[in-house]
């Protein structure tokens, strides 16, 4: 099975920007969807973003579009998720997810990384 792992989560400002990279390992990319989550204090794991397999097909959720963009890099087996205009509500513990499908990503992916921090002072 795949494992992953984020990286790139700090502390910045309200407007900076911000590029998270997911790295998996044990099995390529090419087999897996990918998504983004996050889960801010006291609060629900809520979806961010999703990419199939070849970066054909995204999609975001409505608090992020227009602001974060996901992209992929086969060849190094990386996802990345970049955010620009970071606003203090999207603080939160960003996790990477994997599954074969598209439409499991975005809702219920069987794998998971441990989370990066992001927290954007206002």
């Known amino acids: 099975q795949v494992q992953l792992v984020e990286s790139g989560g700090r502390l910045v400002q309200a407007g900076d920007s911000l590029r998270l990279s997911c790295a998996a390992s044990?099995?390529?990319?090419?087999?897996?969807?990918m998504g983004w989550f996050r889960q801010a204090p006291g609060k629900e794991r809520e979806f961010v973003a999703a990419?199939?397999?070849?970066?054909?097909?995204?999609y975001y959720a409505d608090s992020v579009k227009g602001r974060f963009t996901i992209s992929r890099a086969n060849t190094k087996n990386t996802v990345y998720l970049q955010m620009n205009s970071l606003k203090p509500e999207d603080t939160a513990v960003y996790f990477c997810?994997?599954?074969?499908?598209?439409?499991?990503?975005?809702?219920?992916?069987?794998?998971w990384g441990q989370g990066t921090q992001v927290t954007v002072s206002s």
């Open positions: 044990g099995r390529t990319l090419l087999n897996y969807a």
């Open positions: 997810a994997a599954d074969f499908r598209i439409a499991v990503v975005t809702t219920a992916p069987n794998y």
């Open positions: 990419i199939d397999w070849n970066g054909g097909t995204t």
